[in-house]
């Protein structure tokens, strides 16, 4: 804040102001030194770790490049651990493409545990040009075994060059880099509460180096630039209290604090498996996989209780895939897929580690309980749940009284996970049914079946007899007091009552009898133009606007149970997205009154708003970036 508010001198300046802020620049950078055991060689300050990478790659490849036009025999593989933030294969690969290194880029394995395989590297290690490892992996906090690896590449007589990326090093590990083979070292600052956007290079003194950054000739012209002198300033806060001791937490109650983290995680999920060995791996990560929980089930609830984990790494964290660290380390593929991030700083209190215990053991209960439980909204009608993967859209009727249910279109891609919430709840699946055929030849219907362990891919034997207001009759399913019932190849579902059956909703291409009222959900027209939205700033004079308004909140059930919001004092009914086209016809008829639809981020709400509004509902709106951006 000094270096912001006062110290805004230009350190490549000569008057006073500029021989302050270098001397707070120095400062830091001789407190570095000490930190990291680099009494020589290059030690610049930069925007971070993927910065350092770049340049070091860069670095690396360019001597390469010229040590190979020379005719010297100095390896053709560049080795990189299968674990590696992908900041580093993917600077290997653009810059081994742009200048035309030709060497040939290859992984090097992991053990069960994450620990680079040095058998394999003792085989390869006499033909590596370049090798890429890291002190501690990002994901699962599994250390290095970085003394193995210089012996492999010392006994080996190995002349390759060695980058470590320490950004999970800093603070957490002893580092002596002076007295090691590693030729480059790059930090991120923000990994120990520095701010984002500074960081440092390492490059031992005989190793080679091309800067990146060229220009005004900044850190000695190894890296161009007005110098981040805030960014450096609290840098070297951070390297000070590492240096000296006291603000920073010890190993050891760093250990005590994750045991506790552990400890609460086998309580509230006794089947928890964690992912890399706790022996092995830094005391402030921990990745863990809950069987029958996807990483975005546990994240949206974890989430809602204000506990912000990840699923790998988190500049990746927008990409659902499963995680490529765990599937190097060759974890079963439903752990990979599974897989969370918790980690805490050196910082830490207590009095956080409390709550998050408590917030976890309230997570875990919330997401015990069962997906298809009936709407207080509904009384004794049946649920309707939305089922989507991809541009494919299934539903599951389901009659929580009677614990019986009907799928129909039920996408193939969710058949574990739609089988898996039957059993949460102790439904049985009565028959999985298609609008293009009956289901019988559907080859999704005859999946889910078979997780479910019980239900007729088809239309089952033994239906009763539906009445139609046009005098029709059809057959049908009975579901606790409703029914669904076959109409020229699609299906209508409503209560049924003496026989007559007053249809709710229509799959497929079934004319819906007029004056029911029914909601054809094969058809719903698509509205592509952005719903109203209100943000942080419109909202209070909204809500005095139209006191009758109903504000819905549309995340899962299990996120509200852990996180209900109420806006400026108005309470919001939980109505999850999924359930949306159950309520929709009711909030039809009361066109008049205002829908005001919440969500965590804005995207679950604006599309709630938007499809009420392509219905046919005029007063629907969207919160903004919702509790995120509101507060």
Not at 140 to 145: C, K, L
Not at 298 to 322: H, M, N, Q, T, Y
Not at 611 to 621: K, N
Request: a neutral charge.
């Amino acid at each position: 804040m000094a270096a912001l508010a006062d110290g805004f001198g230009n350190p490549s300046s000569s008057h006073a102001a500029g021989l302050r802020a270098r001397a707070v620049r120095e400062a830091a950078r001789a407190s570095a030194r000490r930190v990291l055991g680099a009494h020589e060689g290059r030690l610049m300050f930069n925007s971070g770790a993927t910065e350092g990478i770049q340049t070091a790659v860069l670095s690396a490849l360019c001597a390469l490049r010229e040590a190979r036009a020379r005719g010297e025999d100095c390896g053709d593989l560049v080795l990189i651990g299968a674990t590696e933030h992908k900041a580093v294969p993917e600077s290997l690969a653009h810059w081994n493409r742009l200048l035309g290194t030709g060497l040939e880029l290859r992984m090097l394995p992991v053990d069960a545990d994450g620990r680079h395989r040095l058998d394999v590297l003792r085989e390869l290690a006499p033909r590596a040009a370049f090798v890429c490892t890291m002190a501690a992996n990002n994901e699962t906090g599994v250390v290095s075994d970085l003394d193995g690896i210089a012996a492999v590449l010392r006994d080996t007589a190995s002349p390759a060059l060695w980058m470590v990326d320490c950004v999970q090093a800093l603070g957490k590990l002893s580092l002596n880099l002076s007295a090691s083979r590693i030729d480059y070292a790059p930090f991120s600052g923000h990994k120990l509460h520095a701010p984002k956007g500074i960081g440092m290079l390492y490059v031992r003194a005989a190793a080679p180096f091309t800067p990146l950054m060229c220009g005004g000739g900044q850190e000695a012209g190894q890296r161009s630039g007005t110098e981040n002198m805030a960014g450096i300033a609290a840098l070297g806060a951070v390297l000070d209290a590492i240096e000296h001791g006291g603000a920073l937490r010890s190993h050891a109650a760093l250990l005590a604090c994750r045991a506790r983290l552990v400890a609460a995680l086998e309580a509230g999920f006794p089947g928890v498996v964690f992912n890399a060995p706790l022996e092995h791996a830094l005391p402030t990560t921990i990745n863990f996989s809950v069987p029958g929980l996807t990483s975005a089930e546990v994240l949206e609830v974890f989430d809602a209780a204000g506990i912000r984990v990840s699923a790998g790494s988190a500049c990746s964290a927008a990409k659902a895939a499963p995680s490529y660290v765990l599937d190097a380390m060759g974890v079963p593929a439903w752990r990979s897929a599974s897989a969370v991030r918790m980690s805490f700083g050196p910082l830490v209190e207590d009095a956080v580690i409390d709550q998050a215990c408590i917030r976890i053991a309230a997570c875990a209960r919330a997401l015990a309980a069962p997906l298809l439980a009936p709407s207080p909204l509904c009384n004794d009608r049946a649920g309707l749940v939305q089922l989507e993967h991809e541009t494919m859209t299934g539903w599951l009727l389901f009659d929580a009284a009677s614990r019986s249910c009907i799928a129909i279109d039920p996408p193939a891609a969710l058949a574990r996970h739609t089988a898996a919430m039957l059993h949460a709840g102790g439904y049985r699946l009565l028959a999985a049914l298609a609008t293009d055929n009956d289901g019988a030849a559907n080859p999704a219907c005859a999946t889910l079946c078979a997780y479910a362990g019980h239900g007729i891919a088809g239309w089952p034997d033994g239906a009763i007899e539906a009445r139609l207001h046009d005098g029709r009759r059809a057959p049908a399913i009975a579901l606790g007091a409703e029914a669904l019932a076959r109409v020229d190849g699609a299906y209508l579902f409503g209560r049924l009552e003496d026989g007559l059956l007053a249809p709710r909703f229509a799959f497929g291409g079934a004319a819906v009898p007029d004056g029911s009222g029914a909601l054809r959900l094969s058809h719903v027209p698509v509205n592509h133009d952005p719903a109203p939205e209100l943000d942080a700033v419109a909202l209070q004079r909204w809500l005095s606007d139209y006191p009758e308004a109903l504000i819905v909140d549309v995340r899962c059930a299990r996120e509200f149970a852990v996180g209900a919001v109420d806006l400026h004092g108005r309470a919001a009914l939980n109505v999850p997205l999924a359930r949306l086209a159950q309520h929709a016809t009711d909030w039809l008829r009361l066109e008049t009154r205002p829908l005001l639809f919440v969500c965590r981020s804005g995207a679950r709400s604006a599309r709630a708003a938007r499809t009420l509004r392509s219905l046919g509902h005029p007063r629907a709106w969207s919160l903004a970036g919702g509790f995120a951006l509101a507060g």
